[in-house]
């Protein structure tokens, strides 16, 4: 059998822990760019940003319920 290599498995364990370290100091330091949005959008824009639903026809396969 062989013997488990811990000095590997402290190194992924070290590479883990600087990667999630780094994410989080990049997320806090994109958090103060990012400028907070009104709930609500102005009567002036239009709500072209939001997707229109089409309902979609009767499949004729199903009977119904």
Known sequence: MAKPNYSFAKR???LAKKQKKEEKLRRKAGAGEVQ???DQPQ???PLDDQPQ???SP???DK???
């Open 43 to 45: 009567d002036d824009q």
């Open 12 to 14: 992924q364990r070290d």
């Open 36 to 38: 907070p949005q009104d």
């Open 63 to 65: 009977p119904a319920a």
């Open 58 to 60: 009767p499949d004729d």
């Open 53 to 55: 639903l089409q309902p």
